[in-house]
């Protein structure tokens, strides 16, 4: 099956910063469940934060990104980057990361990404994080600040970028080399 990789942590935590970084070191597919929710929101004509709200009352679009994140970590030879990757791929995953920053961060990289103002990407961050938090208790029974399943938790923001890729390798090496997976 080859190693299966799943990176978690909030919007703007640099998931997929970090996650096609790894894929490229370790030779690995990438998927971003990110980027296919952006994609979905993007052939709907709606915004993120409307697809948000209208995954609040119909679970269809989180059924249709679950299915891909499991089918994808059954495939192997991946690295799955996800709010919720390390829940949905439980079974599959090798080595579950969690990444986490201080709200400034990640809300001045959403600005960034978005190409909006950082009071903005505060906002629609906060508003989407609550409906999310809801959405993820009624349909999944999870409560987002259960960190107990991750193998390494890490704060992108206290060192650079470079410093916490080669953290991550690290980590990622070891776990290999004790227990096989490329």
């Not at 709010?83 to 990361?97: E, R, T, V």
């Not at 993820?136 to 938790?153: A, G, P, S, V």
Request: hydrophobic fraction near 40%; glycine fraction near 6%; aromatic fraction near 8%.
């Amino acid at each position: 099956m080859g190693l299966v990789i799943t990176l978690s942590g909030l919007h703007g935590t640099g998931k997929t910063t970090y996650a096609k970084t790894l894929s490229k070191i370790f030779k690995i597919r990438h998927i971003s469940i990110g980027i296919l929710f952006r994609q979905i929101a993007a052939e709907k004509g709606i915004s993120i934060s409307e697809l948000t709200q209208l995954a609040s009352r119909n679970d269809k679009i989180d059924q249709l990104l679950d299915e891909r994140t499991r089918m994808e970590a059954e495939r192997g030879n991946v690295i799955i980057d996800g709010l919720l990757a390390g829940w949905i791929a439980l079974k599959s995953a090798d080595i579950k990361l969690y990444l986490t920053t201080s709200n400034t961060i990640r809300f001045s990289r959403i600005a960034i990404r978005e190409n909006i103002s950082t009071i903005k990407a505060r906002k629609l961050t906060l508003f989407r994080e609550e409906i999310e938090r809801k959405r993820f208790i009624k349909y999944y029974n999870l409560n987002l600040d259960n960190l107990t399943i991750y193998d390494l938790i890490l704060n992108t923001e206290l060192l650079s970028i470079e410093s916490n890729v080669m953290i991550m390798k690290n980590f990622i090496q070891e776990y290999v080399k004790l227990h096989g997976g490329i």
